[in-house]
């Protein structure tokens, strides 16, 4: 069976922390950041919290799909996020 909640979010961290300099991250998926990122929230933390730590030990980084390339549906207007 696959962590989920706290396991996760400690498989997570230690992963990040043990790998430190030397992962590769892949996102994909829009990160919202109006109304300070409320529209995407995991753990009580915001979607760009969570990129933004992730970001900060890895090696490279690689956005990938329709969000990296153009936006995706969440680029039309009247979307608020």
Known sequence: MA???AQAEAALQDSMKQNR???LLVVTGS???NDAG???TIGGRTAKEILEEAVA???A???IGACAHWGNIQASRPNPT
Do not use: D, H, N, W
């Open 31 to 33: 990160v919202p950041l």
């Open 38 to 40: 409320i529209y995407t």
């Open 57 to 59: 030990g890895a090696k």
């Open 21 to 23: 300099g030397e992962y």
């Open 3 to 5: 962590a989920a909640g």
């Open 61 to 63: 980084v690689v956005a």
